[in-house]
């Protein structure tokens, strides 16, 4: 009697057992975690996706003064090496409305090739490398709304960078593609105009937000590859950017999702140069940064593509900023 309660305590224990085995095979993620890495290329990024978030939280903040508005004239000198040269009555509303008073300036000078990442404001224009003296990105603001400068009006802009080099021309942001930002040349020879002087650049424009000092780099008889960045595959469109900053010229270009390869693909660049393939993701809360270093190269006969494999690891947010601003 004792051996076969031994023997049914046995058999009903594991029973118990092998429930309890079945119980432990179901996962049930936390509330909030990722189910798993998303792999989607999607022909539209949306501001809800993880690498809009990215590209918001590298962001830097503008630099900020304000000038009076009135039959003076007004001027605005940075710590870094600008100054802005305000006519009088130099500004308008919408409608050409004269507007007096104090008006709020926000400025930015882009050196850095870290910052170029950091503002996705790549130094390039269609599929050829500027080489920039700088990047500036002026706005003006009445009361928290944005103000324009009045008909005829032309600023002047002293901007310090040694050496300087007349070759320099001048370009303009072209911002009507959120995802895929470059330079046009100068389309008024007239009204904006560049002078290279022994020590800083005297600049006159009439126009606001993004400009550039720079000059094509490339000719077109330089032989040039497009360079890919290989990644594993959760790394993808939406949640990650990549970029090829150049080691001796202040240059960057940026690497586009592509959609049929799912690779992130420069445009052609000059062969022969030291770059540094520089990827940035946002995946969940976690931030990953890998970086290559590579020499660009004439592309062989089976492949017009330079594939550069790159490793991300987890970062912090400061961590990569930090890394940027070594760039």
């Known amino acids: 009697m004792n051996i076969k309660a031994f023997i049914l305590v046995l058999l009903t224990g594991s029973i118990f057992l092998n429930a309890c085995q079945k119980n432990t095979d179901i996962f049930v993620p936390d ?7 998303d792999t989607g290329w999607y022909s539209s990024i949306t501001a809800a996706m993880p690498v809009s978030v990215l590209k918001n939280n590298l962001l830097q903040a503008p630099y900020q003064d304000s000038i009076i ?4 004239y007004a001027s605005i000198v940075t710590p870094f090496g600008i100054q802005v040269n305000f006519p009088p009555n130099s500004c308008a509303t919408a409608l050409g409305q004269t507007i007096t008073g104090k008006v709020q300036v926000e400025l930015m000078v882009v ?3 870290g910052d170029m990442v950091r503002l996705n404001k790549p130094s390039t224009y269609n599929d050829s490398l500027l080489l920039t003296a700088g990047e500036i990105f002026i706005t003006l603001k009445k009361d928290g709304q944005p103000v324009q400068l009045a008909p005829g009006i032309k600023i002047n802009i002293h901007y310090v960078d040694l050496p300087t080099n007349a070759q320099m021309k001048f370009f303009i942001g072209d911002e009507t593609n959120t995802e895929r930002f470059g330079w046009l040349p100068n389309p008024d020879l007239s009204n904006n105009i560049i002078v290279a002087g022994p020590s800083a650049y005297e600049i006159y424009t009439n126009r606001l937000r993004w400009i550039s000092v720079a000059y094509l780099y490339d000719p077109n008889t330089t032989p040039r590859v497009n360079v890919a960045a290989d990644l594993v595959a959760y790394f993808t469109n939406a949640n990650t950017v990549a970029f090829t900053v150049f080691k001796d010229i202040r240059s960057v270009a940026a690497m586009h999702g592509d959609l049929n390869t799912r690779k992130f693909i420069s445009g052609k660049l000059p062969v022969g140069k030291q770059i540094t393939v520089v ?6 809360n976690d931030y990953y940064l890998g970086y290559e270093s590579a020499i660009t190269q004439t592309p062989g006969s089976n492949s017009l593509i330079q594939h550069v494999r790159i490793v991300p690891i987890k970062k912090s947010l400061p961590d990569i900023l930090s890394y940027l601003s070594s760039l």
């Open 69 to 72: 508005v009135n039959a003076n």
């Open 31 to 37: 509330p909030g975690q990722l189910n798993g890495p």
């Open 111 to 113: 050196k850095k090739k």
């Open 279 to 284: 990827v940035i993701s946002k995946q969940g």
